[in-house]
């Protein structure tokens, strides 16, 4: 453990010195008109920052004109682009086309200057101006002040077990999960009681003065990819082969056992760009299982959708799992049924983010 110290101490200097010139004001960070949220994390890949912005979207939308702006990873554009339903991922990158096809009325932007982006949606008459913005993985963009940061932490791999890059998987220093406004622990499996939150907040190191929730991922039923060529027969399917392009994939493979005898998985890189080769190898193993359904993730439906080269046998048998994200409430009425659950977690956290975006206003 010494000597990962002493290989990242250069890395661990580069990082405390931005920080500082940032918190010292030698760099600014820039307030914008528009109300924003960022959603980031400290570790690479996998913490479920595209479940939680669409969780907070569908959490405000029925109140503001909302605006997401993502970086739009691995997109082959360059600069400032709005993301349109109909667009190929290539050029805005997955998760930004998988939450417009979502939700259709949210404009949604790619751009990895995020202050250029939003300067842009500032000078939009009055009439199409976002009255929210919301920055998909904006974290580490310290030049951008926004109301409320919250940071996403995965209950599997937590901060404080973790080295920087590239001996482990921080992308960041993890005391800076103490500059979050809101800390959301994502991805909980089973019960969650008063003493293994409090671990969690001391843990963290992180004061009664930033909230924290803790979030889990539900899976709902699978959606044929391509409709018009399904045989809706394999909706019935107890047998499944799995494929996914993610950078996590031991939770869906978990919760997926639970529906289905898994036959076979291949897991291919986060954000895989699949190749024709790709495809023949899912489609043979498609062919090895003649009664199993073929699923892989909604991440990875949005890098498939548009390819007219698939194999026929995957048309008819290929399906993708969507995801929401829901809040863990943190105290429950004897009354309150399950269903109510995720409306009462949702509520919590938006008082949270109301009362840092209250704070900072009066600030």
């Known amino acids: 453990m010494l000597l990962d110290k002493i290989l990242l101490l250069p890395y661990y200097a580069v990082l405390s010195c931005r920080h500082l010139l940032y918190n010292s004001g030698i760099l600014k960070s820039y307030k ?17 920052k595209t479940p939680m912005t669409e969780l907070l979207i569908r959490m405000f939308q029925g109140e503001y004109r909302i605006a997401v702006i993502s970086r739009g990873y691995k997109r082959k554009t360059k600069g400032l682009r709005e993301v349109m339903a109909e667009d190929n991922y290539k050029e805005t990158g997955d998760e930004p086309l998988q939450i417009k096809k979502k939700f259709p ?56 077990s973790d080295y920087l890059l590239p001996m482990g998987n921080l992308r960041d220093l993890p005391s800076r999960v103490k500059a ?11 019960d969650l009681d008063y003493a293994t939150r409090e671990h969690w907040r001391s843990k963290l190191g992180i004061s009664t ?43 869906i493979k978990m919760e997926l056992g639970w529906r289905y005898t898994i036959n076979e998985t291949v ?40 390819r007219d080269d698939l194999p026929e046998i995957l048309k ?30 949702m509520e919590q956290l938006r008082e949270s983010i109301m009362k840092f975006c209250g704070r900072k206003d009066e600030e």
């Open 267 to 306: 897991k291919f890189a986060d954000h895989h760009n699949f190749t024709k080769s790709d495809m023949r190898k899912i489609a043979n193993l498609a062919k090895r299982n003649p009664t199993s359904i073929v699923i892989t993730t909604e991440k990875d439906a949005q890098r498939l959708a548009k």
């Open 32 to 48: 914008y008109s528009i109300p924003s949220i960022c959603v980031g994390n400290i570790t690479v890949g996998g913490t479920g």
């Open 180 to 190: 979050a406004d809101i800390v959301v622990v994502t991805k909980i499996q089973g």
């Open 209 to 251: 003065q930033t909230a924290l929730h803790f979030s889990k991922i539900t899976y709902l039923k699978p959606v044929p990819l391509f409709p018009e060529f399904c045989d809706a027969r394999y909706s019935y399917s107890k047998n499944a082969v799995l494929f996914s392009g993610i950078a996590n994939d031991r939770q």
């Open 105 to 160: 009325n949210v404009r949604v932007f790619v751009d990895s200057n995020r202050g250029r982006a939003i300067s842009f949606l500032a000078q939009l008459p009055i009439e199409h101006r976002p009255e929210l913005i919301l920055l998909d993985d904006a974290f580490q963009h310290r030049s951008v002040k926004t109301d409320c940061s919250i940071v996403l932490i995965d209950s599997s791999r937590p901060t404080y």
């Open 316 to 345: 008819e048998r290929l399906f993708y799992i969507p995801i929401i994200s829901e809040i863990i409430p943190e105290s429950v009425s004897s009354r309150c049924i399950e269903e109510e659950l995720g409306d009462l977690g």
